[in-house]
């Protein structure tokens, strides 16, 4: 569903649309954004080390797929929130649903010798290069 309203240059107040179409995404989600994946990734001489914040989730619920120099994480979340006066339910809100976050390195990675661990939300890879995968300087002739 589009959420584009044709301007009109005869509207009692033309900058309405713009204003009501910039603060759009604040008014939809002020208690928070829809869940994320944060990433650092650090690159250690043979090595490298992808850190995800994924609070919530729990490791059953993580994939991890490596596919030459492109990891590929997913995750289902599942986010819930009530707000609760004197005994009854004024407003819950909930999500659902997975949440992907694909990542290219520069080097190939050995999939064989890759090692992933989850702590306090937290998914740790430890993503070893691939032997030879060092770049070359090629001499122009």
């Known amino acids: 569903m589009s959420r584009l309203?044709?301007?009109s240059a005869v509207s009692a107040d033309p900058f309405a649309d713009?204003?009501?179409a910039f603060l759009r995404p604040l008014r939809q989600r002020a208690?928070?954004?829809?869940?994320r994946m944060d990433l650092d990734v650090t690159e250690d001489g043979d090595k490298?080390?992808?850190k995800a914040e994924l609070p919530g989730v729990d490791k059953k619920d993580i994939s991890v797929q490596i596919d030459g120099a492109t990891v590929?994480?997913?995750a289902n979340k599942e986010q819930r929130s009530e707000v609760k006066e004197e005994g009854k339910v004024l407003r819950r809100e909930r999500y659902w649903g997975q949440i992907e976050?694909?990542?290219?390195?520069?080097s190939p990675?050995?999939?064989s010798a890759a090692k992933a661990a989850c702590e306090n939300g937290?998914?740790?890879?430890?993503?070893p290069k691939m032997a030879g995968s060092q770049g070359k300087t090629l001499r122009i002739e």
């Open 48 to 50: 490298y080390v992808l």
């Open 5 to 7: 309203t044709p301007y």
């Open 109 to 111: 990675i050995d999939a």
């Open 18 to 20: 713009v204003f009501q």
């Open 122 to 127: 937290v998914l740790v890879l430890t993503l």
């Open 101 to 106: 976050r694909s990542v290219t390195l520069a």
């Open 31 to 35: 208690d928070g954004e829809s869940p």
């Open 72 to 74: 590929m994480i997913s």
